[in-house]
């Protein structure tokens, strides 16, 4: 009888060899730090650190950070930040808002902000000021959170191409300039979830970014007598999600929960 030990081995050999392989299969999301780092410029900044910022040929001028706040590679979620506050935290509840207060009664009363007597004292303010701008506080005088009118020419088409993709396993889009002139610049911006109580939610599916005014809402288009206002307890943000359609959306969020930056240059190189 002959034996097959040695022909078992050598067929074992081969599927090993063939399932390494396939495990070795290179993600077709996947792309390059160069391809992020394209047209980048450095701007020293008043923390004394240096920013990397790209110019997209964008009509405003803005030039966009190539990372989050407090974050030093482009797919790192960075610092989370509630609404309007300057200094990164892990709790993110009402009663540890900046801008509001706990009554007797144990309602919260927004003390900033505030543009209607159900939610706390009426300022009219929508617009955040200096500083509470963690953007400008942190980086310097020609630094702002986006407003959402920025957010909206950064997806604008005759701008950027969006792509999802991934940056060293961390999925997010890269906007790519179409801009003549500007034509490959680019910036990565990761699907950071946000921070809800205490805990990081939504990471790697779902990014919201903050936007430096209170939510404007319209309505849903259906009530005639809907009147159109800003929103005191809810913020304007950024909303990236990837599905086979993506959304890129203005959103709302609540102003206690943490979400991440990307600031906004607005100055000279």
Known sequence: MKKKIPNLILAFASFSALMFIGCDKEDPDAIKMD???VGAQTVMCADGNEYQVVDLGLTSGNLWATCNL????PEQ?????????IEPKTQFGWDTYTHSKTLDNGSEYITKYCTDSIYG???QETKLAKEDDAAYMLLGKDWQIPEKSDFNELMTKKNCNIKWCKLNGVGGFLFTSVRKGYEGNSIFIPLAGMNDWDKTRWAGQ?????CNT???DLG????????PHYKSDEAASLRLEHTDVDNHLVKSRARRVGLPIRP???GEL
Not at 70 to 73: D, E, L, Q
Not at 77 to 85: L, R, V
Not at 220 to 227: A, F, H, I, N, S
């Open 77 to 85: 979620s960075g610092s989370y930040y509630a609404w309007g506050e």
């Open 70 to 73: 407090g974050a030093t590679s």
């Open 206 to 210: 779902m990014g919201w970014y903050w």
């Open 35 to 37: 391809e992020v780092s």
């Open 121 to 123: 004292r009426p300022d």
């Open 264 to 266: 906004v240059y607005k």
């Open 214 to 216: 209170l939510y404007y």
């Open 220 to 227: 849903d288009g259906t009530d005639p007598d809907y009147v």
